[in-house]
Structures are given as structure tokens and as C-alpha cells.
């Protein structure tokens, strides 16, 4: 009896250890290659302004695509194209398109650990505790990762709130 539970012991420890580890390791990349979430648009190599944006229908952003070799790859699956949405200057959004290839989510889970999958949405997910999330979403022709900073959207809310204090003090 005291080798089972010494067992499911050792057991739980480990496997919650592995999910620290891959969550620590999300965070401590915070992005994709050298681009960073949270980091300014003009530390970016090849970022080209696209468009202006209205985030989650009241958040006014910016859209930028990626055209710099240094991103054309992620190992030998090319890339097709990289968007990042950025607010007041700081990068909140990466989203890389690749060819459909099953060797990048199982690069993803060497990487970060087991995925969650979300049946509500079809995707498979990792997040790092209050800092990031990574989405990972197939298409028929292509895959989808989604990089987004949790801090840059709690600073959308809280100047959305900074707005409202403004508009209720003029009365």
C-alpha cells in the first residue's frame, strides 16, 4: 500500500514538474524567434505597416506583416506569412501561417509540453500563468499559431477604463 501511494505521489510530482517546465519555457521565449511579445515594432526586422485596426471592436491598433528572411522558415517547414498586431507601439499579436506540416505540433509538444485541446474552438493551446498563450489552429492548406501577450491586453482594458473615468469627470 505505501509503495502505491509513494508511487501516484512520485507520479503527480513529475508530471506537474513537466507542465511547470513547459510553461516556464513558453514564457522565457515570450514569441516567436526574436520577435517579442510586449517588445516595440521597431526592434522588428522587416516589419512593414499594413493597416490600421479596431481590436475586439474598440481598440484602436495596427497591423504589420513580416518580409525578412530570418523568419522564411521554422526548421525545414516553410513559412508562409507573419502578421503582428501592435498597440501604442508594443507588440501584442504574432501570427505565423505555415504549410500544413505534422512535424510543427510535434516540434510544439518536444517544445512546451502536451497540448490542450479546446473542443469549443478545435484548437490546441498552451499558456503560460498570466503572461501568454499560444493557439495553435490547422487549416485544409496551412497552420495558424497565434501568439498573444495577456499584459498588453489588460493595458487595452485599463485604458479603455482610463476613457470612461475621462468622459464621466466632464460631466
Known sequence: MRLFVFSLTFLACVTSQIHLHAQSELAKRNGFKDIKLGGLIDSVKGAEFKKDII????????????????????????????????????????????????????????????????????????????????????????IELIYRSMPIGKLMFTDKGKKVEEIADDF
Open 55 to 142: 481590436e475586439g471592436k474598440e481598440f484602436p491598433a495596427k497591423l504589420y506583416e513580416i518580409h525578412h528572411k530570418n523568419y522564411d522558415k521554422i526548421g525545414s517547414v516553410d513559412v508562409k506569412h507573419i502578421e503582428l498586431k501592435v498597440y501604442r507601439g508594443f507588440i501584442y499579436q504574432i501570427t505565423v501561417f505555415t504549410e500544413k506540416d505534422p512535424q510543427v505540433m510535434k516540434a510544439l509538444e518536444k517544445t512546451y509540453g502536451k497540448a490542450i485541446y479546446s473542443i469549443r474552438s478545435e484548437r490546441f493551446y498552451w499558456k503560460s500563468t498570466d503572461t501568454l498563450s499560444l493557439v495553435y489552429k490547422g487549416h485544409p492548406k496551412k
